[in-house]
């Protein structure tokens, strides 16, 4: 948990920082929030049930259909833009394995009422500087644009059930299958081979070519490249035009983006997040949103995959009483310091100084107090320094100043 938490503030830091502000909503929503979101085909992925007065309920697969509804019922009015942060446990019936759990935890965001390029480059640095603030290093960023792809799926004449059956392969980068599956489709040789192209073409420029008639695209395609150009103004680094970023085509469009820990193999993936339409689907007025989800867990096992030295826990002070005498003062001073926020802890055990002092150290204590009757009788304690081992008498008047 001290790894976990260490992680999670360093997180929580980075968001206030970029003026978003916290929110938290119940475990439990009504199932009906998530199949008008995602489809009746995710019942099988969640955790469902009817509850004592016949409501079918779902614990909460993810956190941006709860915030949606939040949103509409109570925060429309709100000015804009309005940047929301949550920190929350999600719950899927996946096969678990190694950063694929049952119960895991999500970091993340949505910002709610603009649609500028300057909005999505600082939601990306966001996630980028939440990611890179835990310490983490090897990280990469791939940008996508699922307006662009909808629309070369028209202009290849796919229907909609044959964009349902290409994009998982799409999703898995297996080329070759998505090529085969065209062919079955009738696509013309030539928008085949164009189509793999864009797929796997980290040159912006090239999609201009293939979405030439398409005002609605060339715009998108104009925003995408605003968007990544203003990425060095946030000192983000190590990203990647994507064109194979599918997500989730019926609520996501417009710019998409995933982070991955390569280290990580198969369950790579950190971050997924973009633009996103939902609001209209919960009863609220139309405005644009954006946000991502931080997969907290896999976080940190990227970490410790990176054999990231977290800082470890430590004691400001542990006070050790010389004798059955010293018992009542050494609580005292306990208290004095405890009242001041210093971290500190006392012997319980009468063990003696040397067994004390051996604890103090296996406890990473920074410093720990003797509590004796010669120092008393000056209204002294002795201070030793854990790591030196050096000494020093020390007033009681003066001793929670050594500790600010
Ligand atoms: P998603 O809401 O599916 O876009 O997921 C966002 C992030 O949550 C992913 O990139 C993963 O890092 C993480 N994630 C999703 N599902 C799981 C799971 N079952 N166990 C652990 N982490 C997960």
């Not at 109570?74 to 996946?94: S, V, W």
């Not at 994009?167 to 065209?182: H, S, T």
Request: net charge neutral; proline share 4%.
């Amino acid at each position: 948990m001290q790894k976990r938490r260490y992680a999670e503030d360093a997180m929580r830091t980075v968001f206030q920082s970029f003026g978003y502000q916290e929110i938290q909503t119940p475990t439990f929503e009504t199932l009906e929030l998530f199949t008008a979101k995602s489809g009746e085909g995710i019942i099988d992925e969640l955790y469902s049930f009817t509850d004592k007065g016949g409501r079918e309920l779902a614990l909460r697969p993810e956190l941006t259909a709860p915030v949606m509804r939040f949103y509409v019922e109570k925060l429309q009015m709100e000015a804009k833009p309005l940047k929301l942060f949550y920190f929350g446990n999600c719950f899927r019936y996946d096969r678990p394995q190694k950063g694929r759990y049952r119960e895991f935890w999500q970091a993340g965001c949505e910002l709610v009422g603009t649609d500028t390029p300057e909005s999505y480059a600082e939601l990306i640095s966001l996630a980028y500087a939440v990611l890179r603030k835990t310490g983490l290093k090897d990280i990469t960023i791939n940008i996508g644009n699922l307006t662009i792809l909808s629309s070369i799926f028209t202009k290849l004449n796919l229907s909609k059930d044959q964009q349902q059956d290409l994009i998982p392969l799409i999703d898995k980068a297996q080329f070759d299958d998505v090529e085969k599956m065209l062919q079955q489709f009738g696509v013309p040789q030539e928008d085949t081979k164009k189509f793999l192209d864009i797929l796997q073409t980290t040159d912006i420029k090239k999609l201009s070519s293939f979405v030439q008639h398409d005002a609605q695209a060339q715009q998108e395609i104009d925003l995408l490249t605003t968007t990544i150009n203003l990425l060095p103004l946030f000192n983000v680094k190590n990203y990647c035009l994507k064109m194979s970023i599918v997500r989730g085509l019926d609520y996501y469009k417009g710019i998409v983006f995933e982070i991955d820990a390569p280290n990580l193999g198969a369950e790579k993936q950190l971050c997924g997040g973009g633009a996103y339409e939902l609001i209209p689907l919960f009863g609220g007025r139309e405005t644009p949103t954006a946000g991502f989800a931080i997969g907290f867990d896999r976080t940190l096992l990227a970490l410790e995959t990176e054999k990231y030295a977290f800082p470890s826990s430590t004691l400001t002070t542990y006070v050790i009483p010389v004798n059955e005498a010293a018992i009542e003062q050494s609580f005292t001073i306990v208290q004095q310091l405890r009242s001041k926020n210093i971290a500190t802890d006392i012997d319980l055990l009468r063990r003696g100084i040397r067994k004390a002092l051996k604890y103090a150290s296996s406890i990473n204590a920074k410093t720990a107090i003797i509590v004796g009757p010669q120092e008393l009788k000056q209204d002294a304690v002795m201070l030793r320094d854990m790591k030196s081992g050096k000494q020093e008498l020390v007033k009681l008047s003066t001793l929670p100043k050594k500790f600010q």
